[in-house]
């Protein structure tokens, strides 16, 4: 079936980095866009960044661009968000999600910025 | 960045009664607007997409209207399982938008 699973979280002091992965199966990965989404605790949904399906076009929400970086491997059918100078408001659940209209979603991977 | 105001933040009803929820932006967005449903602990699901167009499996009690500016989600009739948070998504400019969301929960 359709499966979204992200990986990649953990617990990180600010100013440093972090990669989450977001592994896809049950669907032709190279031929669709991909978003990133963040839920910080108790907080609604945010937008965090997009990528066309080869990787020519990547958008990014303004609160993380300059240190975030969206990239995909469509040879291993894995999304991937590279995080640098985490700060303590990055702490959430990062998720990603298919195009168009983020119709399938993974159950996240939890990142927490804390010294 | 293109704004979405959800309203009500919080609607209290009972199963079998009409639910209208309402959505907001900032500026036009033509039709390009989803509602996502979600649960505690679940992720979104997707339910209507381009303003008006149900998603894959989602039951005929929830519709979408509106374009422009103000948007509509309609559930016709609550089910229990129809208690939860709902967010609409502008996906007309770069940054997409999420609404704040709206909780409906039991009376």
């Known amino acids: 079936q359709v499966q979204l699973v992200e990986s990649g979280g953990g617990v990180v002091q600010p100013g440093r980095s972090l990669r989450l992965s977001c592994a896809a199966s049950g669907f032709t990965f190279r031929t669709y866009a991909m978003h990133w989404v963040s839920q910080a605790p108790g907080k609604g949904l945010e937008w965090v960044a997009f990528i066309s399906n080869d990787g020519s076009n990547k958008y990014y929400a303004d609160s993380v661009k300059g240190r975030f970086t969206i990239s995909r491997d469509n040879s291993k059918n894995t999304l991937y968000l590279q995080m640098s100078s985490l700060r303590a408001e990055d702490t959430a659940v990062y998720s990603c999600?298919?195009?168009?209209?983020?119709?399938?979603w993974g159950q996240g991977t939890t990142v927490t910025v804390s010294s | 960045e293109i704004v979405l105001t959800q309203s009500p933040a919080t609607l209290s009803l009972s199963p079998g009664e009409r639910a209208t929820l309402s959505c907001r932006a900032s500026?036009?967005?033509?039709?390009?607007l989803a509602w996502y449903q979600q649960k505690p602990g679940q992720a979104p699901r997707l339910l209507i997409y381009?303003?008006?167009n149900r998603a894959t499996g989602i039951p005929a009690r929830f519709s979408g209207s509106g374009s422009g500016t103000d948007f509509t989600l309609t559930v016709s009739s609550l089910e229990p399982e129809d208690f939860a948070v709902y967010y609409c998504?502008?996906?007309?400019?770069?940054?997409?938008?999420f609404g704040p969301g709206t909780k409906v929960d039991f009376k």
């Open positions: 500026q036009s967005v033509s039709s390009s």
């Open positions: 381009d303003a008006s």
């Open positions: 998504l502008q996906r007309s400019k770069w940054p997409l938008t």
């Open positions: 999600a298919r195009d168009p209209g983020l119709d399938v």
